[in-house]
């Protein structure tokens, strides 16, 4: 965990620092992003979807998955199926 100084600086965690390639000197971006802010590495994009783009992705993914679980069968539940909760206990037990 970080600690912000008098002079709102704050120190990236070595470990972070070595996997991301950020070096004394480097710009890095702190981006808001809702509820939290985000901190791009040098040499690395900020991903430019807005919220509406995003919610627009998301109703497409939802309609594919829509479509591909239609053209499934149905899958029965266990009453369907005539299984009792005990027959699942029974099964497991080694014989």
């Given at each position: 965990?970080?600690?912000?100084?008098?002079?709102?600086?704050?120190?990236?965690?070595?470990?972070?620092?070595?996997?991301?390639?950020?070096?004394?000197?480097?710009?890095?971006?702190?981006?808001?992003?809702?509820?939290?802010?985000?901190?791009?590495?040098?040499g690395r994009q900020v991903s430019g979807v807005d919220r509406e783009m995003r919610l627009k992705l998301f109703d497409a993914a939802?309609?594919?998955?829509?479509?591909?679980?239609?053209?499934?069968?149905?899958?029965?539940?266990?009453?369907?199926?005539?299984?009792?909760?005990?027959?699942?206990?029974?099964?497991?037990?080694?014989?």
């Open positions: 965990m970080s600690r912000v100084t008098s002079k709102l600086q704050v120190t990236v965690p070595k470990a972070i620092a070595d996997r991301y390639g950020i070096r004394p000197g480097d710009e890095i971006q702190w981006v808001a992003a809702g509820e939290t802010i985000r901190v791009v590495p040098p939802t309609e594919r998955q829509r479509l591909r679980q239609s053209g499934r069968p149905r899958v029965r539940g266990a009453r369907e199926r005539g299984w009792k909760r005990e027959d699942l206990y029974e099964r497991a037990r080694p014989r």
